[in-house]
């Protein structure tokens, strides 16, 4: 229970965040977040204005997302095709003189050959993937021992440049967060307009999983960047420091 002193300093507080805020009383009620309360079919319908909003706005959207990567220090990569693609991303792994490359399995892989890009180019890699006689050990080890990641996304932000990772079928999570450098294969359709999309968008999921949440988002902005107490920036500490964006599509 709140001494009479700590409760004096809470409303001492309070009046202070009040006043910053240009309010002189305090509130009485619980603000109605109505959008938190919205139902099943008005979410669905939100979804599919996005979708909507998104397919008539592609290509704008796909020259958004490339500006604003780059200004977040991507190295952005524009093709239109698979194979333009796969070979991008062999280029990408020899140019980095890459000896160790690890890539997740997903299905963009069997829409976009890297594998083949990548063999053409006398290079070996490895999928992370657990199952017959890997463990999770191995998996770590792997990555962290590896020159270069390639995986695909769940989306891409425009507004952001960001790309969002989130639990599925054949995504190992070290692939983008273990290697030095990392390429990320987008494809047209992943591109959203804002994060309030995305959200919207997940928001539905969470509806229809009947209230079970992805483990983890993992948002990418560009290269990994950390700052000491002086503000002193470095960068690839805590992740790749070198990230390449392969956009798909115009």
Known sequence: MPTPDEHENKEAFLKRVRGALGRSEPILHTPDHASLKTTPPRQEEKVRTIQAKVEARRPQLIARLAETAEAASWNVHRVNTAEGAAAT??????????????????????????????????????????????????????????????????????????????????????????PPTLVLIVEAEQVLESLDDFFAITRLGYQRDRGRAPSYFNFISGPSRTADIEQTLTIGVHGPGEVHMVLLGQ
């Open 89 to 178: 991303v062999a280029e990408i792994a020899g140019r980095a003189n890459a000896k160790s490359i690890v890539r997740s399995a997903e299905e963009v892989f069997s829409r976009v050959d890297v594998d083949g890009a990548l063999r053409g180019r006398g290079l070996s890699w490895t999928v992370l993937a657990s199952g017959g006689r890997r463990r999770r050990s191995d998996l770590k080890r792997l990555a962290f021992a590896s020159d270069l990641g390639v995986t695909g996304v769940t989306f891409a932000i425009a507004e952001t440049g960001s790309c969002v990772i989130t639990p599925r079928r054949g995504v190992a999570r070290l692939t983008s967060l273990a």
